[in-house]
C-alpha cells in the first residue's frame, strides 16, 4: 500500500465528501487499512451515517438508514463477481480493448477504480493494476478485498489526474491506462446501488477532458475509457472501439503504440 501526499488528502477534503468510518469491533487487520486510508473508527454502531462494518464475516459498506441501508460488499467466494473473475477470458471485450487478447499486459493503471470490480478481472487475467481511487471508503473495501484474495492489485488513494500527471514521466510508464467514468444508463430507472454509494460518496464529478488528457500523458501504449453505447467518446480521435453486451470500450492509442 501507497500513502497519499498532503496535497491528495487536502483535494479530497475539498470534495466534502460524506465521512464514513469504521464500526466498532474491527479485526487488526481491518484497523491497520483503516489507518492507512485515514479512516476514523467509530465507538459506537451509527445506522444513521455511512460505515464499513462485517456482515456474515464479510466486509460490507452500510448506507445511511435514510438511504436505505442497503449493504455493499465484494464478494469474491461467491455471487457475481465471483463469477465474474472465475469465468474471464482475455477475448472478453475489456481485455481486448486493452490488447489482452494479443500480447501480454505486464502493468495498467485503472484511474477510476471505484469498488474495483474491473481491477479484480484484469488481475485474475494476470495483469498488475494499479488501481486509483480518491474515496477512502472504496479504497478500504477494495483494499480488504485485495488481501483476502491475493489479487495483484495496488490501491492507492489520490486524485486521478494529479496522480497521472505527476507520474506521466516516469522510467517504467504502464502501458495502458483505463478510465471508467460514472455515467447514467437513461433506459433505467434505477441506478444501481453500486452506482448511487459511489456518486454518493465521490462528491463533483471529476474534469473527463482533463482526466483523459492526463492518461494519455501517462500511457506507453493506449487509453481504454468505458462509456455507454448511447454516450459520445470523450475525444473524437478514437483509434477504435470495441463493443460489449451493455458498453463501449473507446480506445486512443498513443504515440508509442506498436
Not at 70 to 91: H, I
Request: glycine share 6%; charged share 25%; hydrophobic share 45%.
Amino acid at each position: 500500500m501507497k500513502a497519499a501526499g498532503p496535497k491528495q488528502d487536502q483535494h479530497t477534503h475539498m470534495l466534502e465528501i460524506p465521512e464514513v468510518t469504521l464500526a466498532p469491533g474491527a479485526c487488526d487487520s481491518d484497523l491497520l487499512i483503516a489507518e492507512h486510508f485515514l479512516l476514523k473508527v467509530a465507538t459506537t454502531p451509527l445506522p444513521e451515517t455511512w460505515q464499513l462494518l462485517r456482515h456474515g464475516g464479510r466486509m460490507t459498506l452500510q448506507a445511511p438508514a435514510d438511504a436505505g441501508g442497503y449493504q455493499l460488499e465484494l464478494n469474491l467466494t461467491e455471487g457475481p463477481m465471483a463469477r465474474r473473475v472465475r469465468t474471464a477470458r482475455r477475448t472478453d471485450s475489456l481485455p481486448r480493448a486493452i490488447g489482452m487478447h494479443r500480447r501480454r499486459v505486464e502493468r495498467i493503471i485503472d484511474a477510476t477504480a471505484g469498488l474495483g470490480r474491473d481491477a479484480m478481472v484484469l488481475s485474475a487475467l494476470g495483469c498488475a493494476v494499479t488501481a486509483i481511487e480518491r474515496v477512502p471508503a472504496l479504497c478500504f473495501l477494495l483494499q480488504v478485498a485485495v488481501e483476502e484474495s491475493a489479487a495483484n492489485i495496488d490501491v492507492v488513494r489520490g486524485d486521478a489526474v494529479e496522480w497521472l500527471r505527476a507520474h506521466a514521466e516516469g522510467p517504467d510508464p504502464a502501458a495502458v491506462v483505463y478510465l471508467d467514468p460514472m455515467f447514467s444508463d437513461p433506459k433505467k430507472a434505477q441506478v444501481k446501488k453500486e452506482m448511487q454509494a459511489c456518486r454518493a460518496l465521490a462528491g463533483p464529478p471529476t474534469d473527463t477532458s482533463a482526466l483523459l488528457a492526463a492518461a494519455r500523458a501517462a500511457a506507453r501504449d493506449r487509453v481504454v475509457v468505458k462509456r455507454h453505447p448511447q454516450h459520445p467518446p470523450l475525444a473524437d480521435d478514437v483509434s477504435f472501439e470495441v463493443r460489449g453486451d451493455r458498453v463501449r470500450f473507446d480506445v486512443y492509442l498513443t504515440s508509442g503504440a506498436s
